[in-house]
T-cell receptor, first 116, second 110 residues
Framework: DTGVSQDPRHKITKRGQNVTFRCDPI?????LYWYRQTLGQGPEFLTY????????KSRLLSDRFSAERPKGSFSTLEIQRTEQGDSAMYLC??????????????FGEGSWLTVV | KNQVEQSPQSLIILEGKNCTLQ??????????LRWYKQDTGRGPVSLTI?????NTKSNGRYTATLDADTKQSSLHITASQLSDSASYIC?????????FGRGTSLIVHP
């Protein structure tokens, strides 16, 4: 069990550029979540997958954001035409089974994005 | 609207002292409550999880309590250590997507 892996850990990009983050969940975890966190705030939900199906998207996820989980394993989060307000830590998490049933959600170490 | 209020927002204590962090929540549906510890620049790590029928859960020096009737939870840290310096986040859950609080920032000084 290698935990939830995220790549890259840090990314600095110019405004207007596209960026992509990758998340490898814990093996066999069927739930995968993306959260965004800024300094002094708790994680904010972005989107959620059950296997390869994207079941829910937050209103925070503008049309510049897209997430995929093509084979129900790893996931990518792409931000197009980045803006300075996108600067944040993007957290990926996974769980085996539904969180509302008490299954633990395991987080990765996050991907820090700085838009300059 | 689901809401989570944590207090205090920040706390500074001396090493070896105890402290208690509070969480008030309005979440529906509700089935469980988690406490996470988040070191600066790292992802959150689960400390405890309680179902709505549990009143207390311990994990080493961490003890969480839950009163589902008053919608309150607390996290008590005993004999604090320097490594306890972190943000502690209360996460009540019940739907597929749990709601995260803003956290309490704890600093433990030697």
């Amino acid at each position: 069990d290698t935990g939830v892996s995220q790549d890259p850990r840090h990314k600095i990009t110019k405004r207007g550029q596209n960026v992509t983050f990758r998340c490898d969940p814990i093996s066999e975890h069927n739930r995968l979540y993306w959260y965004r966190q800024t300094l002094g705030q708790g994680p904010e939900f972005l989107t959620y997958f059950q296997n390869e199906a994207q079941l829910e998207k937050s209103r925070l996820l503008s049309d510049r954001f897209s997430a995929e989980r093509p084979k129900g394993s790893f996931s990518t989060l792409e931000i197009q035409r980045t803006e300075q307000g996108d600067s944040a830590m993007y957290l990926c998490a996974s769980s085996l089974g539904d969180s509302h049933l008490g299954n633990t959600i395991y987080f990765g170490e996050g991907s820090w994005l700085t838009v300059v | 609207k689901n809401q989570v209020e944590q207090s205090p927002q920040s706390l500074i204590i001396l090493e070896g002292k105890n402290c208690t962090l509070q969480c008030n929540y309005t979440v529906s549906p509700f089935s469980n409550l988690r406490w996470y510890k988040q070191d600066t620049g790292r992802g959150p790590v689960s400390l405890t999880i309680m179902t709505f029928s549990e009143n207390t859960k311990s994990n080493g020096r961490y003890t969480a309590t839950l009163d589902a009737d008053t919608k309150q939870s607390s996290l008590h840290i005993t004999a604090s250590q320097l490594s306890d310096s972190a943000s502690y986040i209360c996460v009540p859950g019940g739907s597929y997507i749990p709601t995260f609080g803003r956290g309490t920032s704890l600093i433990v000084h030697p």
